[in-house]
């Protein structure tokens, strides 16, 4: 009987493996193109490798799957980008939030809602990232369907004070 429910809980643990592993693939392809994208563009401003956050994922992505353009107002730093049309990947969230660099102030470094985004993507403190993207109708966030994407960084950026020895001049 013992044998029996062995092979009972094997098998279970087979079909299991095997329903979750499309998921798993997809969330590997997404969280390499997040750190990807994030990292080629640390990289010019001095700041290491961010390193993918799996525990901050679920939040991260049920937070996107609400569809409300608006910050969490959570512990962690927070980017938000969303774009008409349902295929859009990460980079064009990371390529709208870089394109802030060019109004940073480095002879007065510290927050501007103009850069803040910026500023989190290349912070040298932050070492972890989880991003999300939903699918959302129309009506919630455009009134055509749109992809809304959603990264948190860890630990957050963004302190006042901090921003000389966090933000570097890019190379």
């Not at 640390?42 to 994922?57: E, F, Q």
Request: hydrophobic fraction near 35%.
């Amino acid at each position: 009987m013992a044998l029996n429910n062995f092979f009972c809980v094997y098998i279970l643990a087979l079909l299991s493996i095997a329903i979750a592993s499309p998921l798993l693939e997809e969330r590997d392809a997404w969280s390499d193109s997040v750190l990807a994208s994030h990292n080629a563009a640390r990289v010019k401003y001095g700041a290491n490798p961010l390193t993918w956050d799996s525990a901050l994922y679920t939040s991260t992505l049920q937070w996107a799957q609400g569809c409300k353009f608006t910050h969490s107002s959570g512990q962690y730093g927070e980017n938000l980008y969303a774009s008409t049309g349902t295929n859009i990947g990460v980079e064009p969230a990371v390529n709208s939030w870089m394109s802030e660099a060019s109004k940073y102030n480095y002879n007065n470094p510290g927050f501007s809602s103009t850069t803040g985004h910026f500023t989190q993507v290349v912070w040298k403190s932050t070492t972890k990232v989880a991003c999300a993207r939903a699918t959302c109708a129309s009506g919630t966030i455009f009134s055509q369907p749109s992809t809304y994407v959603v990264c948190r960084y860890n630990p957050p950026g963004n302190y006042a004070g901090q921003y000389a020895q966090n933000v570097g001049v890019p190379v």
